[in-house]
T-cell receptor, first 112, second 115 residues
Framework: GEDVEQSLFLSVREGDSSVINCTYT??????LYWYKQEPGAGLQLLTY?????DMKQDQRLTVLLNKKDKHLSLRIADTQTGDSAIYFC????????????FGKGTKLSVKP | DTGVSQDPRHKITKRGQNVTFRCDPI?????LYWYRQTLGQGPEFLTY????????KSRLLSDRFSAERPKGSFSTLEIQRTEQGDSAMYLC?????????????FGQGTRLTVV
């Protein structure tokens, strides 16, 4: 079945860049997403990328997609303490309209 | 509109009791999704509605779970005869039609603890 893998923890210093990595198994993934979850809060969609794109940039966020290796990354430039959260990679399997497959999340800690 | 609203935010119940959660989606959104998130895991899909029609159910949704969206607006998720393994955060999300390329907005979730 489909699977999404992420490293569980990342620690960076304020002002540095953060890179969160994700691998997925479903080659038919149509859209890939990055969500942010702060403590006690719901999920916030940060960005998404269509599978025919290699890169998408949105202000401090850069998403890179290597479809051949099924690898997705999220780069956060000039990381701030407010970026501390859990970041989830997710894919839409393309088969059912409702079935987002999430990874376990990467906890980003930003040290001042 | 203040976004997707879920009620209650927290629920503690004894094993064997029934519980019901409510989700109010963003008003013009015709799609509504339920996910479950256990500690240290990502959200897992449970079910989704297009207007009032329940179009997809995950195998995670056992016979003890039932979801409704009677008028195509708010939705309820009921768990009968709760078990300790049901303890989790239950997340609701909504979106406009058009699949998941349109943004799914999530509520803050209902945290269920079964004791």
């Amino acid at each position: 079945g489909e699977d999404v893998e992420q490293s569980l923890f990342l620690s960076v210093r304020e002002g540095d860049s953060s890179v969160i990595n994700c691998t997925y198994t479903d080659s038919s993934s149509t859209y890939l997403y990055w969500y942010k979850q702060e403590p006690g809060a719901g999920l916030q969609l940060l960005t998404y990328i269509f599978s025919n794109m290699d890169m998408k940039q949105d202000q401090r966020l850069t998403v890179l997609l290597n479809k051949k290796d099924k690898h997705l990354s999220l780069r956060i430039a000039d990381t701030q303490t407010g970026d501390s959260a859990i970041y989830f990679c997710a894919e839409w399997d393309g088969g059912s309209q409702g079935n987002l497959i999430f990874g376990k999340g990467t906890k980003l800690s930003v040290k001042p | 509109d203040t976004g997707v609203s879920q009620d209650p935010r927290h629920k503690i119940t004894k094993r064997g009791q029934n519980v019901t959660f409510r989700c109010d989606p963003i008003s013009e959104h015709n799609r509504l999704y339920w996910y479950r998130q256990t500690l240290g895991q990502g959200p897992e899909f449970l079910t989704y509605f297009q207007n009032e029609a329940q179009l997809e159910k995950s195998r995670l949704l056992s016979d003890r779970f039932s979801a409704e969206r009677p008028k195509g607006s708010f939705s309820t998720l009921e768990i009968q005869r709760t078990e300790q393994g049901d303890s989790a955060m239950y997340l609701c999300a909504s979106s406009l039609d058009g699949g998941l390329n349109t943004e799914a907005f999530f509520g803050q979730g209902t945290r269920l603890t079964v004791v």
